[in-house]
């Protein structure tokens, strides 16, 4: 959805009044607690902006009751469908956090300022989330985003410093200032 971003995916009902379990792809569900209106994209891929009655973190997922979704029928069409917030309404983070989804676009280099490539997209890991980067030498890799590999993301410049283990970015790397 253009403008949007997805914040969670409906993968269950959950008690008898109409709740539904999600699951957030930032992995932090209390982030959106209280969160008041979203805009649901239904498996069709129909869409349509939602009220919420409420919506908490509960054992690692997003738990929310939609307006107008009263029972377990009514809950269960919804499991596969996805949540959606305009960016402007996402809320705070901490002091040094970032959405990963600022990273597409930016420039990936090694610790000696070479290119070796871009962040196109990023992904939910099981143990943490990935940079998928094309290479400079064609092709993608996932980079885990984690402090060994990740050194330093500067969202402001654009760049994404990498201490990469050998051949998960293989390929020859483009020479800093070569216009990439």
Known sequence: ????????TIVASR????EVAAICPSGHPERLEGLLAAVLEARDGSRRQVRLRRAWAHRGRLVVHLEGVDSIGEAETLVG??????????????????????????????????????VVDTQEGP???LLVVERAGGGEALVPLIDAIVKKIDLE???VVVDAPEGLLEGEPVVAGDGQ
């Open 81 to 118: 469908s996805r949540l959606y917030v305009a960016e402007a309404d996402l809320p705070g983070l901490p002091t040094g956090g970032f959405y990963t989804f600022r990273a597409v676009g930016a420039r990936v280099v090694d610790t000696a300022g070479r290119t070796l490539g871009r």
């Open 1 to 8: 959805m253009e403008g949007s971003i997805h914040i969670a």
């Open 157 to 159: 410049a654009g760049v």
């Open 15 to 18: 008690g008898n009044r109409g």
């Open 127 to 129: 143990a943490q989330d």
